[in-house]
């Protein structure tokens, strides 16, 4: 009948409306939230003291507790070691080593001329053999672990030379003839017993000596030239110094004969002297000149500040007047 039309149509406006408001209800609540939430969030900001949160190096370490850091991460095996003073590290074997000559172009000479006699060209580095045994970057020659038992032949303008961790035996006077510009030499860990007397003593430019962790028993003759000194952990006794050894050495500022056989204090020591390391030898007594002028009352060794007498029988206590020129007091025992 038309009212039963009516009452159906009139069902399904009911029904339709109630559908759209429950889709209507739905992003309208959520829009809600979402204006709500910020709300909330500046509510726990408002807790917060910001303006004294003044994170500087000065309180950077009240803030954070970096005191175990290193204990708990261990970044030693992330990346290879490098030692100061050493640049690439050699290709273990020799034959590796690119062949420059081989693939290098022939250069065109300029045809001959009548002016005078043509000499020839002196040879390049790579053509010495420790340019083949070793790796030779400009002026430096770098030989470590080469197992080498002697100094090989050096290019004439060789400044640094690095032959560590090595089996060379001995040091003949020929072995750095003509190296006027040598500055350092570096032959730490080897199987080094002798040198002879003039090893080193007419290398004119000669600034450093490194011989720690050899088997010397005696120190050859050093240039006036010589800076820095180290031969730890060797077997000199002081007869195997040459009287009063130091005495000329002008410009030696550190002397480390720490871990030998020394039975005294090698005085003279030179007024240029800053770092003297003798610890763990055999001295027992000293003599009151040895660091000062006793006649002179008024000298000061300002230079002369490490002195290391420690793991030595002697006590340094009974020498009260043998530190007075000194800035500071050797390391050593007192009681």
């Known amino acids: 009948t038309p009212a039963g039309c009516r009452m ?7 029904i339709t409306s109630l559908c759209l408001g429950a889709a209507w209800a739905v992003p309208a609540k959520e829009e809600r939230r979402k204006a709500e939430k910020p709300k909330a969030d500046l509510a726990l900001y408002e807790n917060l003291d910001l303006d004294n949160y003044d994170l500087t190096l000065d309180n950077y370490g009240e803030i954070l507790d970096l005191s175990n850091y290193e204990e708990l991460y261990d970044y030693g095996d992330l990346g290879p070691k490098i030692e100061v003073g050493t640049l690439a590290p050699r290709p273990k074997d020799p034959a590796a080593l690119p062949d420059l000559g081989a693939t290098a172009e022939t250069p065109k000479l300029p045809p001959p001329t009548t002016a005078g006699p043509v000499h020839p060209a002196p040879g390049p580095a790579q053509a010495l053999p420790s340019c083949r045994l070793c790796l030779c970057i400009g ?21 640094y030379l690095y032959a560590r961790f090595n089996r060379i035996g001995t040091i003949r006077a020929s072995d750095f003839m003509g190296l006027k510009k040598l500055k350092r030499i570096d032959l730490t860990s080897n199987f080094i017993s002798w040198a002879d007397v003039d090893a080193f003593r007419l290398l004119p430019s000669l600034q450093e000596l ?15 030239s010589i800076v820095r000194l180290d031969a730890r952990l060797n077997r000199i006794p002081s007869t195997g110094l040459q009287p009063e050894a130091f005495r000329e050495l002008k410009q030696l500022q550190f002397l480390h004969l720490s871990d030998n056989q020394l039975d005294y204090i090698p005085a003279p020591l030179p007024e240029s002297l800053r770092s003297l390391h003798l610890q763990n030898n055999n001295i027992q007594t000293m003599h009151e000149d040895t660091f000062c002028n006793s006649q002179d009352h008024s000298q000061v060794r300002r230079a002369l500040e490490d002195i290391r007498l420690d793991g030595n029988p002697i006590n340094l206590s009974l020498f009260p007047n043998a530190y007075f020129c000194l800035p500071r007091l050797p390391t050593g025992r007192f009681s």
Do not use: F
Request: charged share 20%.
């Open 210 to 224: 490194i011989l720690p962790e050899n088997r010397l028993t005696a120190l050859p003759e050093l240039p006036r």
């Open 139 to 159: 002026t430096s020659v770098y030989c470590d672990d080469a197992n080498l038992e002697h100094i090989p032949p050096l290019p004439p303008e060789t400044t």
């Open 8 to 14: 159906r149509t009139l069902a399904w406006l009911g």
